[in-house]
């Protein structure tokens, strides 16, 4: 009860506790935050975005509840927070997906991810690999490349997100093979592991699992260097593989026009919770590499990541209906 007492009389002054930020004026936040992702339960993006959101909320003091709104590569999430109240208690954990891919790729954008949205802080970048069953008789993206030039049209592959697909198109080139879409990895994975699906970009929360029990094989990772989750995935470089260049990340957002002193505030606790150990520990786990930024420094990455994924799909001639 004393240190409680305490506690409220020093925010009350404005005075910033050890290890936190200063209260706005408005005691922002005084009630729970919802923080949308765009794709269903169970699957990497949604397990990094509640291992976050958990360490946000003890930042903050305050409840954060994730809401799942999976589809249409996140832009079903990104229109939710878009056009939420521009008050703080709306946040988006944006990919590149629904920030990036759905803005560039469709021939009738759903909306400017500059005029829609306020960058907040990165929250950090995904590892991605190439994994195939290991009932499929390759042991190699060369042996794979070459399987699928054997039988044109007669292999498939999955994907949750238009990113991945990218990544799956520069791989094979004008090799041909059948993508299925899902609403989410996990569902992905079960029809790769029965066999309906025989390759697809996953992340490193579902790949190494079902790497060690011996039911997928993985073959490439999208990295720049090699993950500690898999240390025998070699890197698209290795390789040789240049033209791999889709970076899976993520970062979090609000709506148009939210306040300078509340985006502060919100970025200042999310680096701060990107720091936490015990968050640090648990996204390590799950092979992402979590770091936060200033919202200008995000601003500015965020839109070097735009053009060049922008660059990509004009170099390729990629579109997508």
Excluded: C
């Excluded at 640090?280 to 839109?303: C, D, I």
């Amino acid at each position: 009860m004393r240190r409680r007492t305490f506690t409220l009389a020093a925010l009350a002054a404005g005075t910033a506790l050890p290890g936190t930020a200063a209260w706005s004026a408005d005691g922002f936040p005084n009630k729970p935050l919802k923080l949308i992702v765009g794709f269903a339960a169970g699957g990497g993006a949604d397990v990094l975005t509640r291992i976050i959101a958990e360490g946000l909320a003890k930042q903050l003091g305050q409840q954060v509840i994730v809401e799942n709104r999976p589809g249409a590569d996140g832009v079903l999430a990104a229109q939710a927070t878009s056009s939420a109240k521009p008050d703080g208690y709306t946040l988006l954990m944006g990919t590149n997906t629904a920030m990036v891919a759905a803005p560039t790729l469709r021939p009738t954008p759903p909306y400017d991810p500059f005029k829609a949205f306020t960058p907040i802080s990165s929250a950090g970048q995904f590892s991605m690999f190439l994994v195939v069953p290991t009932s499929l008789p390759v042991k190699s993206v060369n042996e794979l490349l070459a399987l699928v030039a054997s039988k044109p049209g007669a292999l498939n592959s999955a994907s949750s997100n238009s990113a991945s697909e990218l990544a799956m198109l520069q791989l094979l080139g004008d090799r041909k093979v059948v993508n299925a879409r899902y609403k989410g990895d996990m569902q992905a994975m079960t029809d790769l592991l029965g066999g309906q699906i025989q390759m697809m970009f996953t992340t490193g929360t579902l790949a190494p699992g079902f790497v060690k029990e011996g039911r997928i094989r993985a073959l490439v990772t999208l990295l720049p260097q090699r993950s500690a989750l898999l240390p025998d995935v070699p890197t698209g470089g290795e390789l040789g593989l240049g033209k791999l260049t889709i970076t899976p990340w993520a970062g979090f957002f609000g709506p148009p026009g939210l306040p300078q002193a509340i985006t502060e505030r919100l970025s200042q606790e999310l680096q701060n919770t990107l720091k936490r150990p015990e968050v640090h520990a648990q996204l390590v786990q799950q092979g992402f590499e979590g770091y936060g930024m200033s919202p200008a420094k995000f601003a500015e990455f965020f839109r070097a990541l735009y053009d060049a994924f922008g660059a990509t799909v004009r170099e390729h001639n990629v579109k997508f209906e």
